[in-house]
């Protein structure tokens, strides 16, 4: 399926908005959309919106053979699929550029920053580490996956808790993340850009950070020529944002914790918006099961199950196998009048000796 | 011939948003107890010439696991759901393009193939396709005494010798598609078609209470 082509008229517009500093939503150059951040039922599961982005995060873990170059290190798996939910697009078993680059872009963000200490996910050094993988599921594409993606990412790994396994039992313990680190994308002039103006843009600045205020990556794409008091501006505007973001993150963790504490039901079930008018609910309801047993025992009485005639199999020699009697040849071959074709149903895989016989009858 | 006994049997909370995502042209999410499913619908589109059918719609249906990549499990109950989208939607009315349903799965605490089908229906009733009917997912389970119980979780469905998933119609509340694990005699079969059948009709008013609802403002 293909997306709608962007007009020459709406290009025009936007990037003459953009001239005079104004943004299509209303809003300001460097304003962030809405963040929501929202849990699932199990640990690990977390769903983010920016503004109308929609974006979901899973983590699970498996033990597995560590690499043989790094006996003593977890290992981290990363994979944003990009779904063709999110946009009419996005095909099923791509692997189209767009993926290819996030996936290496969030790869990156988080294996350069360390935020995860692999070393702790070792378990029997040399034979049995923590694989953590994270799975991104981009739900509804309104621009900027790169950002709800990290965001996502690293909340999903905060959330979720791996579970210790010792000689004697299990026992639960968080997943050590030692500083949040978030991705923010910076296009040409404005912060968080939105579907449009995507589209509209040459380049693109996407600078990770985390809350010490250190650069964890930065990229560039799009061949644009940036000045060096561009780059400055963005990274202090990002470091500015990344600490607003991180305090949202970790207010999330807060009430999702206490909630689970309080024992309140938690996940995509109970997060759902009550007073919309295009969400129900409706409580567990008992079904009537009155006339049940006698309509089935009706329904069974009427119809007799029919009489099968299955030929039962025979052994006409070790290794043979025969179900039935072939049908008379209809290819209307008068020598082999007399020679019944026999379908010889095979159960052994070497028959060369029956396929010879087939071989000389059909001559 | 076994009396089974057929206690317990209710449905768990429900609960369904439409309209959530802004791209797909059609999107609602299911949830049935924690059972929760992503439905987003793209249609009629333009199709691929190889994939073109001269009088009808193609439907594509895709499921997304929540962890892993799709594997044989989740092509077979696409499947299930393509199969029953087909019989009740009116493809003839959109020649030589395509319908895309693609459902993501949130969580799974059981009965997903009814849940996946009912989140199928709510999202091409929001995309306004033509259909003939409605149809909705009904899952029950056998457990090893024989007693039949509708909407099992995970845990419930781990004990069960059987489990049954029916997609139902709304006009004539006949089967359109059954999905079966595990062993059951003829009886038990159509105990729980029945069982399924009853139920069928407290989901199909729950569709209708949602769309009115919705419609309450406009209409």
Redesign the interface.
Known sequence: ??DTPLSNCERDFLLKAIEEKKRLDGRQTYDYRNIKITF???YG?CFVDLG?T?V?A?V?CELVAPKETRPNEGILFFNI?L??????AFE?GRQSELSVKLNRQLERCFRNSKCIDTESLCVVSGEKVWQI?V?V?T????GNLMDAASIAAITALCHFRRPDVSIQGEEITVVSAQHSTVCLIYCTSNLDPCEREERVMDGLLMIAMNKHREICSIQSSGGIMLLKEQVLRCSKIASVKVSEITELISKALENDKKARKAGERC???ES??QE??????????????K???E???D??KKYE?PPQSVPSPLVPAPGVGQVGQGQQNSWGLEEEDGESEEEEEMVVEDQPKNKLDQGECCK | MEVCKSTDISLREFGCEQNLLSRPDGSASFIQGDTSVLAGMYGPAEVKVSKEIYDRATLEVLIQPKVGLPSVRERSQEQCVRETCEASLLSFLHPRSSLTLILQVVHNDGSLLSCLLNAACMALMDAGLPMSCLFCGVTCAINSDGQIITDPTVAQEKESRAILTFAIDSTDHKVLMSSTQGSFSVYELQQCIAVCQKASEKIFLFYRDSVQRRYSKTL
Do not use: W, Y
């Open positions: 399926m293909k699932g039922t199990d599961c109308k929609r979901m899973q699970s699929e779904s063709p939910m999110a946009s009419p099923p993988r799975d599921h739900l509804n594409h309104d996940g995509f079930a759902m918006p919309r008018i295009t969400a129900l609910k409706m409580d567990e309801t008992p079904v009537e099961m006339n049940v047993t309509k089935a025992e329904i069974v199950a």
